[in-house]
């Protein structure tokens, strides 16, 4: 089993891959291995509604990541998909090349669990996850839920590794995903996940 992480932020190594990593080393404690793709920092295109897609079976623009991530997507079992939160959305860029991906390949995504991931400074990081779950719910992927909100805070490079409790959920996250996954892909009977006592964290001491 593989899950598909991608990290919508042009900060190769900022906040969301600190979110993206701490539920990947869940998956892989579960026995679930993972791959992290970057939407890196070159320009991307929106989708111009040429119809080529339904007729060469990828986007039309192979100078950007829609393609290569059509191709990760159909070599994996799940997709969890994070975010930088810029105005209450997320990345512009990501929505670009996440609308283009689902509409030339949804066959690749349907039926494979879900989950998307916001990371913010301080608000709107809830409106931003409900832009990304919208896109899951049109592709018929189980959605994966955490202990909270999938929702990580920090601002500076790294902070988001000082949020306890947007860690934890992470690692929730990860242990509900490996959870899923095992089910789908086995007979055997239920085994619930152990779960980490709730560690709450509030930013006003």
């Given at each position: ?22 539920v ?49 997507l ?87 590794a ?30 619930y ?13």
């Amino acid at each position: 089993m593989k899950a598909l992480l991608i990290n919508g932020s042009a900060r190769a190594n900022g906040n969301t891959r600190i979110a993206l990593e701490e539920v990947g080393k869940t998956l892989k404690e579960n026995g679930v291995d993972y791959e992290i793709v970057g939407i890196g920092a070159k320009p991307v295109h929106g989708c111009i509604a040429c119809g080529r897609c339904r007729e060469i079976g990828r986007c039309v623009f192979d100078d950007d990541p829609c393609n290569l991530f059509a191709e990760k997507l159909a070599t994996s079992d799940a997709l969890i998909v994070g975010t930088p939160t810029y105005y209450g959305q997320p990345n512009g860029a990501l929505l670009a090349v996440m609308q283009r991906l689902f509409y030339s390949r949804s066959d690749l995504a349907m039926n494979k669990p879900a989950a998307g991931i916001a990371v913010c400074r301080r608000g709107g990081a809830t409106a931003a996850l409900q832009s990304l779950t919208m896109m899951f719910q049109l592709q018929h992927m189980p959605m994966v839920t955490s202990q909270y909100w999938n929702i990580v805070y920090g601002r500076a490079e790294g902070e988001a590794a000082l949020d306890t409790e947007g860690m934890q959920t992470m690692r929730t996250l990860g242990s509900n995903m490996a959870f899923l996954l095992k089910r789908i892909h086995s007979s055997s009977p239920i085994q619930y996940p152990e779960r980490e006592p709730w560690d709450p964290m509030h930013f006003i001491r």
